[in-house]
């Protein structure tokens, strides 16, 4: 998995396309992610001890990883990985050949 939870990315395809976010959370065995902003839905909730009116509650649902591009100086692109001379890996934009700082 090439993407990271806080990498800003931008929707591709669907029905948010276009829209940009940081990805709160990544879910690894099914493929998606969240985004910040991106997809709200909305969830009704029974009354707990924590919400004791229960009601309504708007929060981000997942998109599909193949649905999201890293943005690069604002720009989408794909991530590559390469060895450089000391034996490190690093990630590098495919766009642009740049080096991708965390």
Do not use: A, C, W
């Not at 940009?20 to 910040?36: D, H, T, W």
């Amino acid at each position: 998995m090439r993407l990271k939870s806080g990498m800003n990315v931008r929707v591709v395809s669907g029905n948010h396309k276009g829209k940009e976010g940081k990805i709160l959370k990544i879910l690894k065995n099914k493929n998606r992610v969240i985004i910040e902003g991106v997809n709200l839905i909305k969830k009704h909730t029974r009354p707990t001890q924590d919400n004791p009116k229960g009601g309504i509650v708007e929060k981000e649902g997942s998109l599909h990883i193949s649905n999201v591009m890293f943005l690069h100086n604002s720009t989408p692109t794909r991530i590559g990985y390469k060895s450089l001379d000391d034996g490190t890996k690093t990630r590098f934009s495919i766009k642009n050949g740049e080096e991708i700082k965390d």
